[in-house]
């Protein structure tokens, strides 16, 4: 059966199951030379939405899963003209350690400046993102608390522990 590397909200399995309910949970991967980006504004999401964009040297974890069928997918990520689906190498811990062939989705229009995420959208990622690493979640975390990556009203801020909405004092 096909696999198919998650690396924004799709990592969080509730958000995948609203249009990939049968997709089949594996465990964490790594994406090497690639890095997470936002670089596309989506009026669904409500600000960035996430992206991999080739770096040499960095590491994008992120959850790997068997699907059966990707047409749910290819509409759910808008491929070919929003997203792109396209093979990428993994490593898989959780499949006896060797590289994989997965597909993946990339932005295709990619934003020459990083969109920030909704609160929701931050929320959904860091939610899926509990069987990463603790170094990539600690990563996850400076990322996603960065003034221009995450945007927040006057009145609120993201809190990476709880997974909450802060109120401020």
Request: hydrophobic residues 35%; contains cysteine; positive net charge.
């Amino acid at each position: 059966m096909p696999l198919y590397f998650a690396y924004g909200s799709c990592m969080n399995q509730a958000d995948l199951a609203r249009s990939e309910p049968r997709a089949v949970y594996l465990g964490p991967a790594v994406l090497r030379n690639y890095r997470l980006a936002f670089s596309r504004y989506s009026t669904y999401r409500g600000g960035g939405v996430a992206d991999i964009v080739r770096e040499p040297g960095e590491f994008v974890e992120g959850v790997l899963y068997e699907v059966d069928d990707f047409h749910a997918l290819d509409r759910r990520e808008g491929a070919p003209f929003v997203y792109r689906r396209r093979k990428v190498r993994v490593y898989p811990e959780s499949l006896g350690g060797r590289w994989r062939w997965a597909w993946t989705y990339e932005v295709v229009e990619k934003s020459p400046v990083e969109i920030a995420p909704s609160w929701e959208y931050a929320l959904l990622i860091w939610e899926g993102a509990r069987s990463l690493s603790l170094e990539y979640r600690r990563k996850l975390k400076e990322n996603l608390l960065r003034k221009d990556r995450v945007k927040f009203n006057d009145e609120t801020r993201f809190d990476c522990e709880s997974g909450t909405k802060v109120w401020l004092e």
